[in-house]
């Protein structure tokens, strides 16, 4: 089939973000007494909003995060995008290749994202088509961030394509009636990665955009 949309999520997926997010996100839970390593904020956290995270984080540090803690994150992850930010590789040649309408739907804040399409040189890309869970009563693993990007693009669910990385994400888009690549080229990929995404109900898992392309090619 032909898609008449691309949804795709923003870290890991447009932005090869997810080392620099969850390493900034490691060092201030350890920091306020949460001793935490990279790969335990990549296997907990990564995909959601901070506002489904903080009442985990809040059990597992016993007390209150600090009021301050997610305007802390943005600011040193903004202060290091420059030197660290880019984009996951082949996203570029898959943008400027693709003819299909595309948006994001992602976890992230608009000013997250919007740091890294500058950077990228893809805001008009993607210009008018972010979507980020502040719209949504319900961030993922719900469908509700990827239902109202398709809603407001104008596109019927089963004709969107979405390419996430992240197992709530892989797991939103297969509840809203989409076809989920589970893209696996971040640098945050750890082994099993895939097979992860695939037991969430990827329906095809790609190491690269290539394999996207491929993916999609084939089912024309």
Not at 71 to 80: G, I, L, P, S, Y
Not at 168 to 190: D, E, I, Y
């Amino acid at each position: 089939m032909t898609y008449d949309l691309i949804i795709f999520d923003y870290d890991g997926v447009v932005a090869d973000s997810e080392v620099l997010n969850s390493t900034v996100m490691a060092e201030q839970l350890t920091a306020i007494g949460l001793p935490t390593s990279l790969d335990d904020v990549l296997a907990a956290y990564t995909g959601k909003r901070w506002r489904d995270n903080r009442p985990v984080v809040e059990v597992a540090l016993g007390r209150a995060c600090p009021d301050d803690f997610h305007t802390t994150w943005f600011a040193t992850c903004r202060q290091r995008a420059p030197q660290q930010l880019e984009p996951v590789p082949g996203l570029l040649d898959f943008v400027a290749a693709r003819p299909e309408p595309r948006c994001i739907a992602s976890s992230s804040g608009p000013d997250w994202i919007g740091v890294g399409l500058d950077i990228f040189g893809l805001t008009d890309h993607f210009d008018g088509a972010v979507f980020t869970g502040l719209v949504v009563e319900r961030g993922k693993p719900h469908p509700d961030i990827f239902l109202y990007a398709a809603h407001a693009m104008g596109v019927d669910p089963a004709r969107v394509l979405v390419i996430e990385d992240s197992e709530a994400g892989v797991t939103a888009g297969v509840a809203a009636g989409m076809t989920v690549v589970g893209l696996t080229a971040g640098g945050h990929v750890r082994d099993g990665h895939a097979e992860r995404l695939k037991a969430r109900g990827a329906h095809h898992i790609a190491d690269s955009y290539t394999a996207v392309s491929a993916f999609m090619d084939r089912q024309r």
